[in-house]
């Protein structure tokens, strides 16, 4: 099983953004004003604190052909350093309008005030659409996991070509068969499996 490396996504998300420029300008070039009629394939549940590579994540993401919600992307406006009521429900609203919900786990991530919120709300409306997508330090690197983060399956990457990983899920059902993310954030194949 093959982790994405954090190294990996930054460089994604460099590669990706003009010399000049930082992913961080270019979030917030790209931020726009929410639109309630848009739907995504993904909310990607994350800390602030990995924006340079969390980009590069996106991207990957979006190469399999799927949307994604990024908070600071999306919603610029909306505040993650507190919380409050009003960020709570303009972020249940955004995980109502999303298929899936991807936990982008890191060292960063026992940090953060909104992902275990997150987390638990999208199990909670959508629990066969909750997955964990670890950013390791090196492809052999122990992912060390939060114990409730072990009742998700992980989001790993199944192959790579010319650049562009392939991520899904191995090991899914009787006949240990692989699942491309794309197929199951539209809702063909990944369910809870229980580790034992």
Same mark, same amino acid.
């Given at each position: 099983?093959?982790?994405?490396?954090?190294?990996?996504?930054?460089?994604?998300?460099?590669?990706?953004?003009?010399?000049?420029?930082?992913? #961080?300008? *270019?979030?917030?070039?790209?931020?726009?004003?929410?639109?309630?009629?848009? &739907?995504?394939? *993904?909310?990607?549940?994350? &800390?602030?604190?990995?924006?340079?590579?969390?980009?590069?994540?996106?991207?990957?993401?979006?190469?399999?052909?799927?949307?994604?919600?990024?908070?600071?992307?999306? $919603?610029?406006?909306?505040?993650?350093?507190?919380?409050?009521?009003? &960020?709570?429900?303009?972020?249940?609203?955004?995980?109502?309008?999303?298929? =899936?919900?991807?936990?982008?786990?890191?060292?960063? &991530?026992?940090? =953060?005030?909104?992902?275990?919120?997150?987390? #638990?709300?999208?199990?909670? *409306?959508?629990?066969?659409?909750?997955?964990? /997508?670890?950013?390791?330090?090196?492809?052999?690197?122990?992912?060390?996991?939060?114990?409730?983060?072990? /009742?998700?399956?992980?989001?790993?990457? /199944?192959?790579?070509?010319?650049?562009?990983?392939?991520?899904?899920? $191995?090991?899914?059902? $009787? $006949?240990?068969?692989?699942?491309?993310?794309?197929?199951?954030?539209?809702?063909?194949?990944?369910?809870?499996?229980?580790?034992?």
């Amino acid at each position: 099983m093959a982790y994405i490396r954090i190294d990996e996504a930054r460089a994604v998300g460099r590669a990706a953004v003009p010399l000049q420029k930082s992913a #961080g300008r *270019i979030l917030a070039e790209q931020a726009r004003a929410f639109d309630a009629a848009e &739907s995504y394939d *993904i909310f990607l549940s994350h &800390s602030f604190d990995d924006a340079d590579a969390i980009y590069g994540v996106k991207k990957m993401v979006e190469a399999h052909h799927l949307t994604v919600y990024v908070d600071w992307i999306d $919603d610029p406006t909306l505040d993650r350093g507190k919380v409050s009521v009003k &960020s709570a429900a303009v972020l249940r609203d955004r995980m109502k309008v999303c298929s =899936s919900l991807v936990y982008v786990h890191s060292a960063n &991530s026992p940090k =953060s005030v909104w992902m275990p919120w997150e987390l #638990g709300y999208f199990d909670g *409306i959508k629990p066969h659409q909750v997955w964990i /997508l670890p950013l390791v330090a090196n492809y052999d690197s122990e992912y060390k996991e939060q114990e409730y983060l072990g /009742l998700y399956p992980p989001v790993v990457k /199944l192959s790579s070509l010319a650049g562009r990983a392939k991520l899904g899920f $191995d090991s899914v059902g $009787d $006949d240990n068969h692989e699942v491309l993310l794309e197929k199951a954030a539209r809702g063909n194949g990944v369910y809870y499996v229980p580790r034992n």
